[in-house]
DNA sequence: TCATTAAAGTTAT
DNA sequence: ATAACTTTAATGA
């Protein structure tokens, strides 16, 4: 389910181009708004110090950035949201969020089910994080993408993410992922076609 | 074993 | 065109 576009303009949403690269909203950041994406991706990151890009999450069309830091007290974002596609979203104040989860509650369930289904990812990339074969943490990881597909026969997912993103959201470098994903392919694990990885 | 560096080829903007 | 991504290979922790 999607929280549609016509409800949050008709809350008073305000809707906001971005260009690829573009900063949303910045770590340290105070929240005041909420943002649903209506076309393109968005990735949420931080830097350490040396410049390496640590990946918290890539999000694309129909879900919402950042909404689980609305609903604490006195906190700035832990994470940069930057545009990684040209991209459209609708904003709402939070105080408009917060009347329309009061008046609907079934948009505040959506919302909860979204933290969940956050919370959930963060718990998997846990796991993946403390593994030590770059084998099994990109395996975990495309477990993990594919079992949210409708479709489960095998091959039938194209990962929507190029090797240096899955380097960067396990954590590993780039030249590794290369060489987990073609160990994975000749094992049968998945196929490789035009550089896409097929899951 | 994996990260790092370098270098070259490929794709996307 | 130029930057970003992919791949291979050599080296070192």
Redesign the pocket.
């Known amino acids: 389910m999607i929280i549609h576009e016509k409800l949050l303009e008709a809350t008073g949403a305000t809707r906001l181009q971005f260009d690829?690269?573009e900063t949303i909203f910045a770590e340290n950041d105070i929240p005041r708004f909420y943002y649903q994406i209506v076309m393109g991706r968005v990735k949420l990151n931080n830097y350490c110090e040396?410049g390496?890009e640590i990946l918290q999450h890539i999000l694309e069309e129909g879900q919402s950035v950042g909404e689980s830091s609305l609903f604490i007290e006195n906190v700035v974002y832990p994470v940069n949201a930057i545009a990684?596609?040209p991209c459209t979203l609708l904003r709402l104040t939070q105080c408009q969020f917060y009347n329309l989860l009061i008046e609907k509650p079934e948009i505040s369930m959506e919302i909860n089910r979204r933290i969940s289904e956050f919370l959930y990812f963060k718990q998997i990339m846990g796991q993946i994080l403390c593994t030590?074969?770059?084998?099994f943490k990109i395996k975990a990881l495309l477990d993990y993408l594919k079992n949210n597909q409708e479709n489960r026969e095998p091959f039938s997912f194209q990962i929507p993410?190029?090797?240096?993103?899955?380097?960067n959201l396990t954590?590993?470098?780039?030249?590794?992922?290369?060489?987990?994903?073609?160990t994975m392919e000749k094992k049968h694990l998945l196929k490789?076609r035009?550089?896409k990885i097929l899951y």
């Open positions: 690829s690269r040396d390496k990684i596609t030590h074969s770059p084998l993410f190029t090797r240096q993103e899955l380097a954590g590993l470098c780039v030249e590794t992922t290369i060489r987990a994903v073609k490789i035009h550089r």
